[in-house]
């Protein structure tokens, strides 16, 4: 079982950066992939971005170039590193976990979900 802590949205103008923490329970954290989706009001939860437990990354094309994502197995804490954000950035950020998912864009995969944080863009 793992608990997911998402912290780190927040209100931010267009061009700004936010860095969103996930903080996971449990010792086998370095086992899990890990994963960023949201979610904007009226639409579905997509996927933004994972890294698997050897360090490949994987991002939605509207984000590549401005979102980074990475680990810190030590921390047992994925982030999620956002530079450039635009209004269409707003949404819910979720952090997600799977120890052992193929099709990482598949929300239904993903076996454990934080409860969001809200990030805002203002124009």
């Known amino acids: 079982q793992v608990q997911l802590v998402e912290s780190g949205g927040g209100l931010v103008q267009a061009g700004g950066s936010l860095r969103l923490s996930c903080a996971a329970s449990?010792?086998?954290?370095?086992?899990?992939?890990m994963g960023w989706f949201r979610q904007a009001p009226g639409k579905e939860r997509e996927f933004v971005a994972a890294?698997?437990?050897?360090?490949?990354?994987y991002y939605a094309d509207s984000v590549k170039g401005r979102f980074t994502i990475s680990r810190d197995n030590a921390k047992n804490t994925a982030y999620l590193q956002m530079i450039g954000l635009k209004p269409d950035d707003t949404a819910v950020y979720y952090c997600?976990?799977?120890?052992?998912?193929?099709?990482?864009?598949?929300?239904?995969?993903?076996?454990?979900w934080g409860q969001g944080t809200q990030v805002t863009v203002s124009s």
């Open positions: 890294i698997r437990i050897g360090g490949s990354t």
């Open positions: 449990g010792r086998t954290f370095s086992s899990y992939t």
């Open positions: 997600a976990a799977d120890r052992f998912i193929l099709v990482l864009t598949q929300t239904t995969a993903w076996d454990y």
